[in-house]
């Protein structure tokens, strides 16, 4: 695995629809997986919604939605895939230094299901 | 005195000081030592050259941590795990960031490329997180604290110092980000 590539935007889109699930036998592919982004006051609230843009190539609204919802509810989900993709995820936005981690997702898609967790941390960014 | 980013014909522009540029350059330099993987003597050369590390352990010093943080929340084992398979390619990742900012730091103009204010932003953004934790900025209101300190006259001891040194890197880094979403703008 070359992870340095996981910082370009363009190479997600091929992973998305390709050959992924065969590779991890231990992996069933149908099981979804989210990408989670968790405050912190260090972050800008515009270099976090800098990096949902330029990275997922989210518009700006909805890059903006995102970015709102970390930094009021303390986590946001971002992005869904299978284990690989998220974690590639995850890889590249620990190197844009945001707090990320996976977590198998628990209910149905786009809810915001995951666990509450991480409740001692600061709700503010520095903006 | 510095001048904050802006985005125009010639790409990201910006213009800091020789000891502004200093001080870059050396709080860059600390965060590269921090990620500097430690080399042992019994590594076997081919796993490290495609970035495994087998025998990797969570970071120990809270601001390591930080950059290199667990990839799940409640799963130590996996985490780690994951760290074996990742973690040497993403102190690469960082470090070449942090590289390419400090290259820039050699002209006294800056200039900077998509790809160059990319590199900018997550090495002053590392440099942030860093400072943070030494300044033990653990919520909105411990930074906004430390977002008081904005006179160096004020500067009597390390803690204070640091906490000027956090406020202009933030300010730096805002108003190079400002700069990267305007070109995002001006392109889509």
Redesign the interface.
């Known amino acids: 695995?070359?992870?340095?590539v996981a910082?370009g935007p363009d190479t997600q889109e091929g992973t998305r629809t390709g050959t992924e699930a065969s590779t991890d036998s231990l992996t069933a592919p149908d099981i979804p997986w989210n990408l989670?982004i968790w405050n912190d006051?260090?972050?800008?609230m515009?270099?976090v919604?800098?990096v949902f843009?330029?990275y997922f190539g989210y518009t700006?609204s909805k890059a903006n939605k995102l970015m709102m919802e970390v930094h009021k509810k303390g986590r946001s989900i971002v992005a869904h895939g299978s284990k690989e993709q998220v974690?590639r995820h995850?890889?590249a936005m620990?190197?844009?230094?945001l707090?990320?981690?996976?977590?198998k997702a628990t209910g149905g898609p786009g809810g915001n299901s995951g666990?509450q967790?991480?409740s001692g941390?600061?709700?503010?960014?520095?903006? | 005195m510095a001048k904050a980013f802006k985005y125009g014909l010639k790409g990201i522009t910006g213009f800091l000081e020789p000891a502004e540029r200093e001080l870059l350059r050396s709080l860059i330099d600390d965060v590269i030592s921090m990620l500097q993987p430690e080399e042992r003597a019994n590594q076997d050369p081919l796993a490290a050259m495609i970035g495994l590390d087998m025998d990797v352990q969570e970071p120990t010093d809270r601001a390591v941590r930080r950059l290199l943080p667990n990839v799940m929340k409640n799963d130590d084992g996996a985490s780690l795990e994951f760290r074996q398979l990742t973690e040497r390619s993403l102190r690469e990742t960082k470090i070449g960031a942090l590289r390419a900012a400090a290259l820039d730091l050699d002209k006294d103009d800056i200039v900077l490329t998509a790809e160059g204010a990319r590199h900018w932003s997550m090495a002053l953004n590392d440099v942030r997180l860093v400072l943070a934790e030494r300044l033990d900025i653990r919520d909105e209101e411990d930074a906004e604290h430390v977002h008081l300190m904005q006179d160096w006259s004020q500067a009597e001891d390390v803690e204070s110092y640091l906490a000027l040194v956090y406020n202009f890197a933030t300010w730096l880094q805002e108003s190079l980000v400002q700069a990267m979403l305007q070109s995002l703008d001006t392109r889509a």
Do not use: C, D, I
């Not at chain 1, 695995?1 to 340095?4: E, R």
């Not at chain 1, 006051?41 to 800008?44: A, K, R, S, T």
């Not at chain 1, 941390?121 to 903006?127: A, H, L």
């Open positions: 695995m070359t992870l340095s910082l989670v006051p260090v972050n800008l515009s270099y919604s800098y843009q330029s700006e974690e995850a890889v620990h190197g844009f230094g707090w990320a981690t996976v977590e666990k967790g991480g941390q600061g709700k503010g960014k520095r903006g």
